[in-house]
């Protein structure tokens, strides 16, 4: 069983920067690829960001690609999103989770163990 606990969601204005971190705990010994999700209300939860156990290999949705950036320091168990270029559509809940395979996974049925989600709210 893998624990996952986001943080660092908030409230910011249109052009701002906001990271967002996820700390993974309990069966953490094993390689785990991280995904980063997110769901606007009324939509479908959707992708935004995925890294591989190594770090090496990073996805992207199109609605994020060139403004966000995953990473991850696994001596922390700890993955990060940084968000810049914040918009208005980008308000959402954003979801970590968990992958019981190193590579990196896309799809929400891919994950395996998720948090409870921490709002960003970006206004104009």
Not at 73 to 78: G, H, L, V
Request: a positive charge; aromatic letters at 10%.
């Amino acid at each position: 069983q893998v624990h996952v606990v986001e943080s660092g969601g908030g409230s910011v204005q249109a052009g701002d920067s906001l990271r967002l971190s996820c700390a993974a705990s309990g069966r953490t010994s094993g390689s785990y690829a991280m995904g980063w999700f997110r769901q606007a209300p009324g939509k479908e939860r959707e992708f935004a960001a995925g890294i591989n156990w190594s770090g090496g290999s990073t996805a992207y949705g199109d609605s994020v690609k060139g403004r966000f950036t995953i990473s991850r320091a696994n001596a922390k168990n700890t993955v990060y999103l940084q968000m810049n270029s914040l918009k208005p559509e980008d308000t959402a809940v954003y979801y970590c989770a968990a992958r019981i395979e190193a590579g990196v996974g896309v799809r929400n049925n891919e994950y395996d163990y998720w948090g409870q989600g921490t709002q960003v709210t970006v206004s104009s």
